[in-house]
């Protein structure tokens, strides 16, 4: 398999904080894995790290075989508009577009071809089930539609990586099954690489993989395997409580 991210050394301080320590992380090509820990662990302040919103004071990152430390700010933006894409819990869509120019904004900023766009678009809109929407504002759909649409504009650029922070947080139960059964399909027809922050183990049991953090360290990881769903989540749960602290 080919790796995707690696880190070494990992490190991040803010002032006198040390939010993450010495990380050594490997995350493969096409992997669907989900980082957990209590409020504080450094979860989201290390996916920052690893999609480059954030800095890090020492160690290295890399995503692919390009080294973080060798991109400049106007680099690392250009990188991460190109290899990356994000799917937030508050959806981050603009309500003066409709759900297809929502989707669409990323490959319009990039001035793609209006045929290539509707090709790309052809394929997620059929995978998520949201070709019905299409004309729609975001005031206008509910908040699994939303999610839906804020899915497939991180995938309409072909990213090597989807970073998904809380992507059911806001969701009711329906509505975030329906989510990761859609990402977790696409995850495999696409081999797009899906990094989730959760503290929902429902959420992270449709990973292939679950990363453990404490205190800005990796504590325990498990492998789904050939385990269903609930398998995986019963020894999530068990894991989750044995960690201790409040995963909200």
Same mark, same amino acid.
């Given at each position: 398999?080919?790796?995707i991210?690696?880190? #070494?050394?990992l490190?991040k301080?803010?002032? #006198?904080?040390?939010i ?7 995350i =493969? ?6 980082i ?15 999609s480059?919103?954030? /800095?890090?004071?020492?160690?290295n ?6 080294s973080?430390?060798?991109?400049k700010?106007?680099?690392l ?11 937030f819990q ?7 577009l ?27 809109? =059929? ?12 005031? =206008?759909i /509910?908040?699994?539609?939303?999610q ?11 990213p090597?990586?989807v ?19 859609q990402i977790?399909?696409?995850? #495999? ?7 989730m ?7 992270? /049991? ?11 360290k ?9 385990q ?11 894991s989750?409580s044995a ?6």
């Amino acid at each position: 398999m080919t790796t995707i991210i690696k880190t #070494k050394n990992l490190s991040k301080s803010y002032g #006198k904080s040390q939010i993450l320590k010495n990380i050594d992380l490997t995350i =493969e090509q096409g992997e669907f894995t989900a980082i957990m820990g209590p409020s504080g662990s450094g979860k989201t302040t290390l996916m920052n790290t690893l999609s480059t919103i954030d /800095s890090f004071n020492s160690g290295n990152v890399w995503i692919g075989e390009q080294s973080l430390l060798d991109l400049k700010r106007k680099a690392l933006r250009e990188f991460r508009q190109k290899q990356m894409g994000f799917i937030f819990q508050d959806y981050n869509l603009l309500d003066t577009l409709t759900v297809k120019e929502n989707i669409l904004l990323p490959l319009s900023l990039q001035k793609k071809p209006v045929k290539e766009m509707e090709h790309r678009l052809a394929k997620l809109i =059929e995978a998520l089930n949201i070709d019905s929407i299409l004309t729609q504002y975001p005031t =206008e759909i /509910s908040g699994g539609q939303k999610q839906r649409t804020a899915a497939a504009r991180a995938l309409i650029t072909n990213p090597a990586i989807v970073f998904a922070d809380e992507p059911t947080g806001a969701l009711d139960s329906r509505s975030a099954t329906q989510l990761l059964e859609q990402i977790q399909l696409l995850n #495999k027809t696409f081999k797009t690489t899906v990094l989730m922050i959760t503290h929902d183990p429902y959420a992270a /049991s449709y990973c292939e993989r679950v990363i453990f953090l404490r205190d800005g360290k990796i504590v325990n990881e498990m492998f789904k395997g050939e385990q269903s769903e609930k398998q995986f989540f019963d020894r999530i749960l068990t894991s989750q409580s044995a960690l201790g602290g409040d995963f909200r």
